[in-house]
């Protein structure tokens, strides 16, 4: 057999080598990664077999496979279509907030800050949702593989491509639908923004916290050694060993949970801010926070909840907490009950009445809900007359550019201050474009 010399990589991945014996310069390349059909087996990779002939420079030119087939993933598309979603409904609801920003400004020369829209919420649960059905029905084995990657790379073990990108993306839906459960569980309304710096710090930092902490480090790091030893075919010549790591058929518990204590470790740490945040946010703020253990007793009020006193009468450190606004008998929906505490927002404003303190140990006052608790409710002011859902003026949107009313939307009028609690559909020739975008947010009694 004559020996050949591998001297160098092209960039497409072949290799540029040469015959020791002859001095013939060969550029030497072959394929892999084609997916097994079988679902049961954790690496869905079929091996290659070089059909050699009793030339040896045969296989250089020609590179036969056994058993070549194919698999499609139509989980994907789902994942998809819930990622389009979740990012059409951002998008949309920035730019509604950016005009409504602006239209704030020019009247009070104040700007608001918005938070997300609260639909957003579900579709990132769903898509987590969605992220561990695929890996289930996979049998875990894209999750494995990166796992078994990560692990090899920072042992300075045999690794080889694996779409990391995919796996980051996954990641970040499982972490971002698991800090909105967290954030339910506290009754807080956190920013996107906020675990979304959370993830991609922990992310930057994974090697050094599993190699310094991770949960199984010992035996993760005793299972990837002895990984390698079974599955690496040794070869005659340097650079041609056959690294066959993908082939582990069981799936390995410790070895994904060790890699993966960086985004346990990440949920950790924001349920610690989200507990902080939750205690920060019901004690030192000025507007009506809600007690956990009042949820029940003041859902027949509306109210938002405040502090107990001795003769168990519930007040809040803005005004009265026992009178819905006209909004909220209006659209139905409670901020408190709905969506709880709001992070650092003004979910009310007194400004009219004296608030003065008697014996009842409640305030005298007109309350009104802000432009905050309109918006994170899921409201917005159409035209300084109506009261739109966030998501029925895209459906009227679409209503008019497809000239037809397809999508059935409905809104309030508000007469000053106050809404109609009258529920009106709205058909494409009642409002323009111009009007359907002419936002806005104010105090609603």
């Excluded at 020791?20 to 310069?25: A, M, W």
């Excluded at 239209?103 to 579900?122: C, E, F, Q, R, Y």
């Excluded at 949820?295 to 003769?311: A, C, E, F, Q, Y």
């Excluded at 305030?363 to 109506?386: C, E, H, L, Q």
Aim: proline share 2%; net charge neutral; glycine share 8%.
């Amino acid at each position: 057999f004559d020996e050949v010399y591998i001297n160098s990589t092209t960039e497409t991945g072949a290799w540029n080598t040469f015959v020791i014996s002859t001095q013939l310069e060969m550029i030497l390349q072959g394929f892999g990664g084609i997916y097994r059909g079988s679902q049961n087996e954790q690496a869905n990779y079929n091996t290659f077999v070089w059909d050699l002939s009793t030339n040896h420079l045969d296989p250089i030119h020609w590179f036969n496979y056994n058993g070549v087939g194919r698999i499609k993933n139509s989980w994907a598309w789902g994942q998809a279509l819930v990622s389009g979603f979740l990012s059409f409904t951002i998008i949309t609801s920035t730019v509604m907030a950016c005009i409504i920003s602006r239209n704030i400004h020019l009247a009070t020369k104040v700007w608001w800050v918005p938070d997300i829209s609260p639909s957003v919420g579900s579709g990132i649960v769903f898509r987590g949702f969605l992220t561990i059905l695929a890996w289930w029905i996979d049998g875990w084995w894209a999750l494995q593989e990166w796992t078994y990657n990560q692990g090899n790379e920072r042992q300075d073990l045999l690794d080889m491509y694996v779409l990391t990108d995919s796996i980051k993306s996954d990641c970040l839906s499982l972490f971002l639908a698991g800090a909105s459960i967290i954030a339910s569980f506290f009754s807080l309304r956190i920013n996107p923004a906020i675990p979304v710096i959370f993830f991609f710090i922990m992310h930057g930092q994974r090697e050094l916290i599993v190699g310094g902490m991770g949960f199984l480090l010992q035996r993760a790091n005793t299972e990837l050694e002895s990984n390698q030893m079974l599955n690496v075919v040794l070869s005659d010549s340097t650079g041609l060993d056959m690294w066959m790591w993908h082939e582990k058929l069981d799936f390995n518990g410790i070895v994904v949970l060790n890699e993966m204590t960086w985004l346990i470790l990440a949920l950790i740490i924001f349920g610690i801010y989200c507990g902080v945040n939750r205690v920060y946010t019901s004690r030192y703020t000025h507007h009506l926070v809600e007690d956990r253990n009042q949820r029940g007793t003041l859902s027949d009020t509306g109210g938002t909840g405040g502090s107990h006193n001795t003769n168990g009468t519930t007040t809040g450190k803005s005004g009265s907490s026992d009178v819905a606004t006209c909004f909220e008998s209006s659209t139905g929906e409670f901020l408190r009950h709905k969506f709880g505490l709001m992070s650092y927002h003004e979910n009310y404003l007194f400004i009219k009445g004296t608030f003065q303190l008697i014996l009842s140990q409640k305030y005298i006052g007109m309350k009104y809900a802000s432009p905050s608790g309109i918006w994170t409710s899921g409201w917005v002011v159409v035209d300084n007359r109506f009261l739109f859902r966030t998501d029925d003026i895209m459906k009227v949107f679409f209503n008019i550019i497809l000239c037809h009313d397809i999508f059935r939307a409905h809104c309030h009028i508000i007469t000053e201050s106050k809404v109609d609690k009258t529920v009106i559909r709205v058909f494409r020739k009642d409002i323009t474009v111009k009007q359907l975008f002419t936002l806005s947010l104010r105090p609603l009694s």
